[in-house]
């Protein structure tokens, strides 16, 4: 029997399936992401997903429940591999990333930023070093569309192998940390014979 959880959880994400429908999301052209995770409660997240969206990259609005997003990407991956990027709390991107190992699905790249005298600061950066480097040198002014920019045109590929990561549970009462992220199809990361 279903319960009253399940039924509100499915019903919000049937109207997240309206907003992105499975047809419309685009294989992401060469392993470039065809979906970015935002998490709508901070500036700097949304405007990395309007980033992202006018470079062709279909959106998915995160707020303080993962569950919508958690059963829209679970339904996506089960019908084909996506790459998936997004800036969400540390948090979320546990959740995400724990359905996205069973779907196959590996972290080629993390990042954990900070508000440190009321701009974004980059703490930690771990994964593929392009992605890294690039995120490295976002000038501080338009960090969101900056970050938006730069994992909106990643590419991971075979040569991420070597770099990828997993994400620690990290206490709820951290989620005033941002974690960008990258999720690529293992298939995608395996060397090419």
Known sequence: MINRRELV??????????QVSLASVRAGSEGAPSVFVSDDRKPEARAAAREAATLGVDTLPLGTD??????WLDLSLRQSPLTVA?????????????????????TVYRGLHQRVRGRL??????GSPDIAESV????????????????????????D???????????????????????APRDQLRARA
Not at 9 to 18: E, K, P
């Open 136 to 159: 490295r040198s976002i000038d501080n002014g338009n960090f969101g569309r900056d970050l938006g920019r730069i994992l909106a045109r990643a590419t991971p590929g075979p040569s």
């Open 66 to 71: 993962v569950t919508a997003v958690y059963e």
């Open 86 to 106: 997004g800036l969400t709390t540390p948090h979320a991107l546990f959740v995400i990333e724990r359905l996205a190992w069973d779907r196959d699905l590996r």
């Open 9 to 18: 959880a499915s019903g919000v994400a049937a109207t997240l399936l309206t």
């Open 161 to 183: 192998h070597a770099f990828l990561v997993t994400s620690q549970h990290v206490p709820r009462q951290n989620d005033t940390a941002l974690a960008s992220w990258l999720l």
């Open 121 to 126: 600061s980059s703490l930690k950066l771990v």
